[in-house]
């Protein structure tokens, strides 16, 4: 199953750039024995964006055919490392050939991309800049691999 991360916002070289490339790197090779993987990135350049509809209609645009969605929000549920590993196995296992993650701008996804999603998730209460979300979900896709994988990076 590809992972794609659609997100508004231009993640230019540095630190963060550095952390997202790395992780989806070893989430890719970590991912590739259990039909989880490549991982990509689509970017939405928010200075062609007026408002957030508009942003939630190109983050819809963007989206693979056929693709299961889960838009980051802070209406979503949370999940443990290890649920968040189950979510990705249980649409790999059925069939799901695609699975695309969306991340909005500064003020959030608007209605469509919530109506749109199949399941909005949630970094917790705290609100995260959107360029941090992307490396704490790129990360989390890594440990996914690594849970699912039964490898050493996750300790319980």
Not at 51 to 67: H, Q
Not at 74 to 100: I, N
Not at 108 to 127: E, I, K
């Amino acid at each position: 199953m590809r992972l794609t991360i659609i997100a508004v916002g231009r993640l230019k070289s540095g630190p963060e750039a550095a952390l997202v490339d790395d992780y989806l790197a070893r989430a890719s090779q970590a991912g590739r024995g259990l039909a989880l993987g490549p991982c990509a990135i689509t970017e939405i350049d928010e200075r062609k964006v007026r408002g957030r509809e508009d942003e939630g209609a190109r983050l819809i645009a963007a989206l693979p055919e056929g693709a299961a969605v889960i838009a980051l929000d802070e209406r979503g549920k949370t999940l443990t490392s290890p649920d968040f590993a189950k979510l990705l196995a249980d649409l790999r296992d059925r069939g799901v050939a695609e699975t695309a993650f969306l991340i909005g701008g500064a003020d959030g996804h608007g209605d469509a991309v919530r109506q749109r999603a199949d399941r909005l998730l949630s970094f917790g209460p705290m609100v995260w800049p959107h360029m941090l979300a992307r490396v704490m979900l790129a990360e989390q896709i890594y440990r996914a691999a690594s849970i699912l994988g039964g490898g050493p990076y996750h300790r319980t």
